[in-house]
């Protein structure tokens, strides 16, 4: 039997950037297989599994492999027209890991309580919701937010190094509640 | 009967109650919005809980882990559209009912048979823990290595169509748990000589990045949707029971595929419901009515996936194996608390895994209650528009993500998996591998190094009765998967030659 079965079998059904994502995914595999010798150790003593190698060298090996048979089966799949659209799609989600990690910066300096109403409000401008109404209700929703996670289940979150600049008696409460 | 009442006493403290009526309710809710799902609003929450008992933090999350199915029948039968990915087959017959005017006899099944399935598997799950405490001391470091060893098999070859993707993803999930310190060696594993990669990577920041905001990023780059409810009618919607109690033969089977495959690890509600859907179809007078409005396939659907939840406590609580990601998710609650999930929890702590069996009978009373009159409102909260709920969702995982450690690394770490979670979701490749090759990867590292104390050649891994069981299974599974791979090739191989 020829190869062209096997690759038929390994056909399935491919999405826009399939395959893309297939050879990033084993170029990734094997730039850390070829670490692998520079980033663990092999000690002279103890047994095969118990080396601090032998698990990443397992789950490297496997990964690699899979991501191979996974490029493979790309090849071999019937391809879907866009896939540099939808690699764009991709690209266009890191505006919102932005956001994402602009807030966790802001939340030690201007605090918890207004970074949330800053960057909810923000947002949802951002998506296009211009109504007031909408507005009102996503300050409503940040403020429970903070009220029931730093209030009531009392998550650790730093108070905002502005806070320190606020008059004595609502600073307190601004500590410990916001 | 001490130790029950002990267990009981324990519910019944206020902030346990309390808990469980916010889990409870909380999880309908969140399962009634298309987009949130349970993993969402458990991945957003877990570091909520730690401040929390773990008998109130493990209660909460409990009740949004038992109760969201309900609440995912109700967008599936009035919009089609799915609340929870477990209730897709849900949307078969629930909607074509819909369509023809009995929306309101839809959700009375729906419901009755998710209660059905729900009392069935905690009722199995009471039943075999005196079997339990007596097999899982049975289970020593070799058994649980090949246990979570058969796990991951399992949860790769589930993954029909996709077992290379999910084979890559699950070896990535193994070896983002061993980046870090070698808590044993004391070496450096794939830390590039950056300090923040020196204490590892967090499982519950991976766990918010690939679920909670990847679908925050997911709803705001989507265009908004709002769909058009259907009117409900009225009725009773007690009356689903009657209807149920005529097809009990359905609803208890079912129940039953529920319970097994949540047993097994890497399994689950998808495989449990498409199995009872078949055994429905097949042993129905009008198989012809199955996906144009059968209340045998909406029955057999919703009671198989609410089975689920406490079968799959099973393997967490007694072995600590988690059989998919919401388990595995609740694994860390209990590691966080100092509770650890295992053989010595039915010995030294029982009140407490009583008090878990009577707190999901009890959430399952308590959502029941709560959707006979909370219906009409629930049937809003599904038009909420979806870039706004990926703001709401944003906000949250910040909350989740941020009070861990306060650390901006780890913000950057979610975000950077909230990408690649995205891309997983559009290339409808699975998530849940990672979680599991995470949580099972490390468990597999410990018990293997543990075990090979005592082990002088291979044979000696499999020399006690269950280790034993345990490589047939792991055995047998991978050859029929190879057998039934092999037949399809030759019967494609086959189809080419015809057709040339």
């Keep these: ?178 | 009967m001490e130790t029950l009442l002990a267990g009981a006493e324990l519910l019944m403290r206020w902030d346990v109650v309390l808990a469980l009526f916010i889990g409870s309710v909380g999880g309908v809710v969140i399962g009634a919005i298309p987009g949130v799902g349970p993993a969402v609003a458990i991945a957003i929450l877990l570091p909520a809980t730690f401040s929390l008992e773990p008998i109130v933090g493990l209660t909460m999350l409990l009740g949004i882990y038992g109760s969201s199915m309900y609440g995912g029948a109700l967008p599936a039968i009035l919009i089609n559209t799915p609340g929870t990915a477990v209730n897709a087959l849900t949307t078969y017959d629930g909607y074509p009912m819909t369509r023809r005017g009995e929306a309101r006899r839809a959700l009375a099944l729906a419901y009755t048979a998710s209660f059905w399935g729900g009392i069935f598997g905690i009722l199995c799950l009471i039943f075999l823990s005196p079997v339990l405490a007596i097999i899982a001391p049975m289970f020593g470091s070799r058994e649980i290595f090949l246990a979570a060893l058969l796990g991951i098999v399992l949860v790769i070859l589930a993954h029909r169509g996709q077992v290379f993707a999910a084979g890559m993803l699950a070896m990535l999930g193994i070896f983002l748990q061993t980046i870090g310190l070698d808590a044993v060696t004391y070496t450096k594993r794939f830390t590039f000589e950056m300090t923040w990669l020196a204490s590892g990577i967090n499982l519950i920041v991976v766990v918010l990045g690939l679920f909670a905001l990847s679908q925050a990023f997911l709803l705001l780059l989507e265009p908004d949707d709002r769909p058009r409810l259907a009117k409900t009618g009225s009725g009773p919607l007690l009356a689903g029971f009657r209807e149920v109690a005529k097809h009990k033969r359905v609803a208890t089977v079912s129940s039953g595929f529920g319970v097994l495959m949540g047993m097994i690890p890497g399994v689950g509600e998808f495989t449990a419901q498409f199995i009872s859907y078949t055994y429905a179809r097949r042993t129905s007078k009008t198989p012809d009515d199955f996906g144009k409005g059968s209340p045998e396939g909406l029955i057999a659907s919703e009671a198989a996936n609410n089975a689920v939840p406490a079968a799959a406590m099973i393997p967490l609580l007694a072995l600590g194996i988690p059989g998919e990601a919401l388990t595995a998710m609740m694994l860390s609650v209990f590691y966080v608390h100092n509770v650890i999930p295992g053989p010595q929890l039915f010995q030294n702590q029982l009140d407490f895994v009583y008090a878990l069996y009577l707190a999901l009978i009890v959430l399952n009373v308590i959502v029941l209650g709560f959707l006979m009159v909370s219906t009409g409102w629930l049937t809003r909260i599904i038009r909420i528009p979806t870039r706004f709920l990926g703001v709401l969702i944003l906000i949250l995982s910040f909350v989740g993500v941020y009070s861990l450690r306060n650390s901006l690394t780890d913000c950057m770490i979610a975000a950077g998996f909230g990408v690649f979670g995205l891309i997983l979701k559009r290339l409808h490749l699975p998530i849940v591998p990672i979680i599991l090759g995470m949580v099972l990867g490390g468990i597999m590292e410990v018990k293997l190094r543990s075990a090979m104390a005592r082990v002088k050649t291979p044979w000696d891994m499999i020399d006690r009765p269950i280790a034993f069981l345990l490589f047939l299974a792991l055995v047998a599974v991978i050859a029929l998967h190879l057998r039934s791979a092999w037949r399809e090739m030759r019967a494609q191989h086959t189809r080419d030659q015809t057709d040339a």
Excluded at chain 1, 128 to 154: E, H, K, M, P, S
Aim: charged share 15%.
């Design chain 1, 1 to 178: 039997m020829s190869t062209r079965p096997i690759l038929t079998a390994l056909s399935r059904q491919r999405r826009r950037g399939d395959l893309v994502f297939a050879i990033v995914f084993l170029a990734f595999s094997l730039f850390l297989l070829a670490n692998l010798g520079s980033q663990t150790v092999w000690k002279s003593s103890g047994k095969l599994v118990a080396q601090p190698r032998f698990w990443p060298a397992v789950s490297l090996g496997g990964m690699t492999l899979f991501a191979l048979l996974h490029v493979l089966g790309s090849v071999s799949s019937p391809r879907e027209q866009g896939r540099w659209r939808e690699v764009l799609r991709w690209l266009r989600s890191l505006e919102f890991a932005g956001w994402f990690i602009a807030y966790a910066a802001l939340v030690p300096i201007i605090g918890f309580l207004p970074s949330t109403l800053l960057v909810s409000v923000l947002l949802v401008l951002r998506c296009g919701y211009g109504d007031g109404r909408l507005i009102l209700t996503t300050v409503g929703l940040g403020f429970a937010i903070v009220v029931i996670f730093r209030g009531v289940l009392q998550v650790k979150l730093p108070a905002g190094a502005i806070y320190d600049y606020l008059p004595d008696g609502i600073r307190q409460v601004f500590f410990i509640y916001f």
